[in-house]
């Protein structure tokens, strides 16, 4: 054999044995469903996308589904946003915002192609949150600069970025009906703003300040230090309430209007996403756990999960589903909200021993690797893993 041959054969074989691996060791960061429930999507650290046909996974007895993937960014992917109208999708990476039509999505990748997104986005750093204002048109990102950008969804234009946060971003949300947005951060604080008069500030929350302190201002030398961090919210469909979860061991549900801290409700770990579902608070964390809370603050259920740290969940109506996702290659999906009723994969890959086994087997090539240099490390600069 030509050495040139061989030189290449070997770099395409070691770069596809690297690639396998991180498959193998990916992090799936987030999950949603399509507006009709029929597909399950996917974000991963390995910048790919995961699409999974839900009829096919209910109806298999072994947990198979009909799954494709494609390759969204070449880093990793924090957070997934279908619009209202379920008509685009929006995937935020450690480094750009892209955006692709759902129904491009699905016919090329029936048709075997790769999708390709219509618009991109530029905040300069990772993107930790979305949300969409539908009235509006504007597509709001919580990034790792401190800002929540806001881009007219339409032109890809940014018309503001809303500062006033110590810290980098995590989340946010927008209350269509009072035309507000809610941020969290870093800096221990959740922030919102008032979408009618130019997103001026309308209140702070101090999830972490004793009873009757929420709206005051912690010194700076506080909100700087990453020790107390919200990495979490939800509204409630009402707007009445807003519940928050982080670096404490509790969630915190705030009465919006008042600002004010009703009940703290104790998890064994850090908070890592939060809902509301079916009337009922539910949240993921840093441990194998879903935790089920009536509005009121009660425990209602802790469920097991197979997952030992959980980043996101998505809830479906119908097919009633509840899927959550994390520091694994799979998905626990729950039906009965009891019990989980099967393991879903999102990662196509094989164990790193398998693909290595193979390369070397096939004399294609002789690895020689530290075992360092096969992980993927969650960790990328501001984006908080437990």
């Known amino acids: 054999m030509d050495a040139g ?14 690639a396998e691996a991180a498959e193998a060791e990916a992090i799936v960061f987030d999950v949603l469903h399509s507006v009709d429930g029929a597909h399950l999507i996917s974000g991963a650290s390995t910048g790919r996308v995961a699409v999974v046909d839900v009829g096919t996974m209910l109806r ?11 390759r969204a960014h070449e880093s990793c992917i924090y957070k997934l946003l279908l619009v209202p109208d379920g008509s685009v999708l929006v ?68 018309t503001a970025a809303l500062s006033g946060h110590a810290n980098y971003l995590h989340s946010v949300a927008v209350l269509p009906e009072s035309r507000r947005v809610a941020t969290a951060s870093e800096d221990g604080t959740v922030r919102l703003w008032d979408m009618r008069s130019g997103y001026a500030a309308a209140g702070v929350l101090e999830p972490f300040s004793d009873p009757g ?32 979860g982080g670096s404490a061991h509790y969630l915190n549900i705030f009465h919006i209007a008042s600002l004010k801290s009703m009940k703290k409700m104790p998890t064994a770990s850090q908070t890592q996403a939060v809902s509301f579902v079916e009337g009922m608070i539910v949240s993921v964390g840093a441990e194998q756990g879903v935790y089920h809370h009536s509005i009121g603050g009660a425990l209602v259920a802790r469920v097991p999960s197979s997952c030992p740290s959980n980043y996101g969940m998505s809830f479906c109506a119908k097919p009633r589903l509840l899927v959550t996702c994390g520091a694994s290659t799979s998905a626990d999906v729950f039906t009965d909200f009891t019990a ?45 893993c437990g």
Not at 12 to 17: F, G, I, K, Q, S
Not at 104 to 125: I, M, Y
Not at 130 to 148: K, P, R, V
């Open 340 to 384: 989980p009723r099967r393991l879903l994969s999102l990662c196509a890959a094989r164990s790193w021993a398998k693909c290595r086994a193979e390369l070397v087997g096939r004399g294609l090539v002789t690895i020689h690797c530290n075992p360092l240099e096969r992980r993927i490390s969650p960790s990328i600069h501001h984006h908080r």
């Open 60 to 70: 298999s007895k072994g947990g198979a589904a009909t799954t494709r993937w494609f």
């Open 5 to 18: 041959v061989f030189a290449s054969s070997a770099a395409e074989c070691a770069a596809r044995c690297r």
């Open 213 to 244: 302190s929420a709206g005051r201002e912690r010194t700076a030398a506080r909100r700087t230090v990453s020790t107390e961090w919200v990495s979490c919210l939800a509204c409630d469909p009402t707007e009445n309430w807003l519940v928050c």
């Open 91 to 158: 995937t935020g990476s450690a480094t750009e915002i892209r955006l692709w039509r759902w129904a491009d999505v699905l016919a090329r990748l029936s048709s075997g192609e790769a999708p390709t997104h219509f618009l991109q986005l530029d905040p300069g750093c990772e993107t930790n949150g979305l949300a969409y204002d539908a009235q509006g048109g504007c597509l709001l990102a919580a990034t790792g600069d401190g800002l929540c950008h806001v881009y007219d969804a339409a032109r890809g234009q940014e």
